[in-house]
């Protein structure tokens, strides 16, 4: 069971004032599928896109608990899924690894922007024929001189059609496996990156996804993140923070879906009764909580391990497996114990599960997990 201090509450409580402004017309936005610019300036006024930097940059020099504690608020509150998932990426995939492995020169150039949201992040592993094997990929990064040449193209790109500055792994070495893979900073409008246009998708609409090209594009040395052939350290580094602070704001979504449930339980009436006195409905919400809490515990619990210096890689995984189903699972029963209404537009519950559906995708599939956790067992 986590203690929060008062420091921690006020900051956590502090964004609830915002929930109002940055849900407005969420809905529509979900169907214009487009980035919510206007609601992007209000998370920046909000300060969390700095919490876990550290202050010179701009930030609130914030833990990772912590940052993850005020995270979970964002999700219970905000009902902009594809907003919140922004947010998320926006942070780890160039803040978090230029905070731990950038050179100075690269923290002092772009963690000011990433603190506050006027450099907006994205990062580029996954590639057309490169998805859960990630290492697999294909586009190089040639050393000609004191630069790097780029070549090939990435594909679901989160954030990337409005995106600024990328964090593009590319192999540096051909035959070097996990070795041959190399981090770089690269600028949106470098010569030889084109950005796709946004991918229409099933959920999360309103945060964008696209394709990125390289040809012939150049970079300087001075853009490596970390050193050369470090990139599969950094991307394990990354991909930790990312499923522990996206998946605590699905713990918060989660939340709020729970208590939306059981105050329409409580009070849409048939039979003469409460829907929520039948047991068939009352379990179903009983297990939405189970799903909730056990999701909860293994998320902060995990980020209290990794924090401690533990290898936390199978716990991560158990949690990102735990969360991410179980929020498909509350999101499907939401729309059941909804009924009818639950089906529709206007209730914002079906948007829900097209959002939740996309968890068991990113940062690793279901599957992917499953195999992390059996081959811990031996298997
Ligand atoms: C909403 C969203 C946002 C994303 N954002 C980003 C981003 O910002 N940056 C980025 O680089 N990528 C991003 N991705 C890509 C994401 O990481 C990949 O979609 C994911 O890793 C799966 O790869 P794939 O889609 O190529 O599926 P595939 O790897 O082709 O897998 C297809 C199916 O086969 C299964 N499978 C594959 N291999 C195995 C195996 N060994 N054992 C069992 N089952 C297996 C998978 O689990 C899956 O069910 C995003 C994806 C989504 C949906």
Request: charged share 20%; glycine share 12%; net charge neutral.
């Amino acid at each position: 069971m986590m203690r929060w201090n008062a420091d921690q509450k006020a900051l956590r409580e502090g964004l609830r004032h915002w929930h109002e402004a940055l849900s407005a017309g969420h809905i529509e936005r979900d169907a214009a599928a487009a980035f919510p610019y206007e609601q992007w300036k209000l998370i920046q006024r909000t300060g969390i896109l700095g919490l876990p930097f550290d202050e010179q940059w701009g930030g609130l020099g914030q833990s990772l608990l912590t940052t993850m504690y005020v995270l979970e608020e964002l999700g219970a509150g905000c009902r902009d899924g594809g907003l919140n998932f922004s947010v998320a990426t926006h942070m780890v995939s160039v803040g978090v690894p230029l905070q731990r492995f950038g050179s100075p020169a690269l923290k002092q150039r772009y963690l000011p922007g990433i603190c506050s949201g006027g450099t907006i992040g994205a990062h580029a592993i996954t590639e057309p024929e490169s998805g859960s094997d990630a290492l697999a990929m294909r586009t190089t990064a040639t050393r000609e001189g004191e630069d790097f040449v780029l070549r090939g193209g990435k594909c679901f790109v989160s954030n990337g059609p409005v995106a600024d500055v990328f964090v593009v792994y590319a192999r540096t070495h051909p035959d070097g496996g996990p070795l041959g893979i190399t981090a770089f900073l690269v600028e949106r409008d470098t010569p030889g990156l084109t950005v796709g246009a946004p991918v229409g998708k099933m959920g999360l609409r309103t945060s964008p996804l696209g394709d990125l090209y390289f040809d012939d594009c150049r970079i300087p040395a001075s853009a490596v993140v970390g050193r050369i052939g470090s990139g599969f350290l950094v991307l394990d580094h990354v991909m930790k923070w990312e499923i522990l602070c996206s998946f605590v704001i699905n713990a918060g979504q989660m939340g709020h879906r729970l208590e939306r449930c059981v105050e329409h339980a409580r009070t849409r009436t048939q039979f003469g009764r409460p829907i929520g006195a039948n047991q068939a409905v009352a379990h179903r919400i009983v297990d939405m909580r189970t799903g909730l809490e056990t999701a909860r515990k293994w998320l902060y619990d995990t980020a209290r391990r990794l924090t401690d210096g533990e290898n936390v890689t199978t716990d991560v995984a158990t949690s990102k497996l735990l969360t991410s189903e179980s929020n498909v699972a509350s999101a499907q029963a939401a729309v059941q114990i909804f009924g009818g209404q639950g089906y529709l537009t206007e209730c914002g519950l079906e948007k829900d599960l097209r959002d939740a559906t996309a968890s068991t995708l990113y940062s690793g599939t279901s599957e992917i997990q499953r195999n992390r956790i059996a081959s811990m067992l031996g298997l």
